[in-house]
């Protein structure tokens, strides 16, 4: 199952004391399938996968699949730091009935091209669950390398690969080279442009929590230019820095109920001269940033 349209990496709402919020989980999926998005990344950068304990993974995962109920697919975010760590949290995704994974190479330990390799197979064979690399080197300290995926892009399995390096000459190898193997997917914000145009149709996108709407909208090549001009400073401006806690502070200025990221993150909200101007951004992309609801 190769993954199109608009992925949400929904973000953990925690409440006042620091525990998941499941109703408010469920009132953002229901919102947000209503805005045409096509599936969901569960435990992803974005929904602060790296901070949950095993036991909140698993409250996550089966929050996500029932509330869902198979109307669009769940993939679950898999990284820790040890393949060990990694096949476990694949074997749950799959026990909690996830349809996919999206698979991060392991923080830290900084494996080399062929251990990575290995890595990626001894995950993906533990479960036999289609698979999207995540290359986020900036967060890892190591790419997918062409070598790396000369080794893994042959397994039916391994079905596409989420581009979050930032480095946009990756888009032309990665198609020229892995077309028929590899979906490539947009996993930078603010170059989804260049992904788009350049023929790719699936976009994983932390700020689709915030904008949804306008990121279905800019599916469509005759929307884009005009939508992209609209939110583009409210990527810019997220991207910047704190990016989770912004997108969690632009969340709730907006209505939501998604609290603050964990420790060692602070919430935006502290800044109070930040906070007033994501919420004037917001408010100048109008109908593109609507309240939830």
């Keep these: 199952m190769t ?21 408010e989980l469920r009132s953002l999926l229901t919102s947000m399938i209503e805005s045409g998005v096509s599936g969901f990344v569960a435990a992803g950068t974005t929904g602060e996968g790296y901070a949950l304990s095993f036991d909140e993974r698993r409250l996550i995962l089966t929050t996500i699949v029932d509330c869902v109920d198979g109307v669009v697919p769940v993939f679950c975010g898999v990284g820790g730091m040890s393949t060990h760590e990694a096949v476990d949290q694949a074997l749950l995704a799959k026990r909690s009935g996830i349809t996919g994974l999206m698979l991060a190479a392991p923080a830290y330990c900084l494996p080399t091209e062929s251990e990575l390799a290995t890595h990626v197979t001894n995950v993906v064979n533990s479960v036999e669950l289609p698979t999207v690399l995540y290359d986020y ?19 039916e399995l391994v079905v596409g690969i989420k581009e979050a390096s930032g480095d946009l000459t990756r888009i032309a190898w990665l198609g020229e080279d892995f077309s028929d193997q590899l979906a490539i997917v947009c996993g930078t914000d603010l170059d989804s442009p260049a992904f ?7 976009w994983i996108g932390g700020m689709a929590n915030l904008l949804p ?11 884009r230019e005009v939508i992209f001009a609209t939110i583009s400073p409210i990527l810019r401006f997220i991207e910047l820095g704190d990016y989770n806690a912004k997108v969690k502070a632009g969340m709730n200025a907006l209505g939501a109920h998604v609290g603050a990221p964990r ?28 309240r939830f609801t």
């Design 213 to 223: 709407a306008a990121h279905v909208a800019m599916l469509d090549a005759n929307q």
């Design 263 to 290: 420790a060692p993150l602070e919430s935006f909200e502290t800044n109070v001269s930040g906070l007033a101007e994501l919420t004037l951004l917001l408010a100048d992309a109008g109908k593109w940033a609507p």
């Design 3 to 23: 993954p199109t349209g608009i992925y949400v990496p929904i973000v953990t709402p925690f409440d006042g004391q620091g525990q998941i919020n499941v109703e």
């Design 137 to 155: 080197p900036d967060r890892t300290g190591v790419s997918f390398t062409r070598a790396v995926l000369e080794k893994v892009a042959g397994d």
């Design 196 to 202: 788009l145009d350049a023929g790719v149709n699936c």
